[in-house]
């Protein structure tokens, strides 16, 4: 069982960054596959970012790609997402999620454990 709590969401303006983290509690975090969403109003849930439960791969979405870096801090129990140069398109709410199954970066099976999320909101 993870549990997930986000924080370091608000108010940016454009071209302005914001560093987000997700703190995890259960024993099993160092061990699985940590993920980056976000859903915009009126838009499906998109994934953002993935890191491997070791941070030795990860992977971005491409309208994120040079601007957001996921990390992880295992002894932390933390996994972060740096955001730079946001601009108006980033408005959204973030979310992070675990999975327990996984090859790398990318997640085999459903992310099964998600945080309640936070508001990123970037204005122009």
């Known amino acids: 069982q993870v549990q997930l709590v986000e924080s370091g969401g608000g108010l940016v303006q454009a071209g302005g960054s914001l560093r987000l983290s997700c703190a995890a509690s259960g024993r099993t975090f160092s061990r699985v596959l940590m993920g980056w969403f976000r859903q915009a109003p009126g838009k499906e849930r998109q994934i953002v970012a993935s890191i491997a439960w070791n941070g030795g791969s990860t992977s971005y979405s491409d309208s994120v790609k040079g601007r957001f870096t996921i990390s992880r801090d295992n002894a932390k129990n933390t996994v972060y997402l740096q955001m730079s140069s946001l601009s108006p398109e980033d408005t959204a709410v973030y979310y992070c999620?675990?999975?327990?199954?996984?090859?790398?970066?990318?997640?085999?099976?459903?992310?099964?454990?998600w945080g309640q999320g936070t508001q990123v909101t970037v204005s122009s």
């Open positions: 999620a675990a999975c327990s199954m996984s090859s790398g970066a990318v997640c085999l099976r459903s992310y099964s454990y």
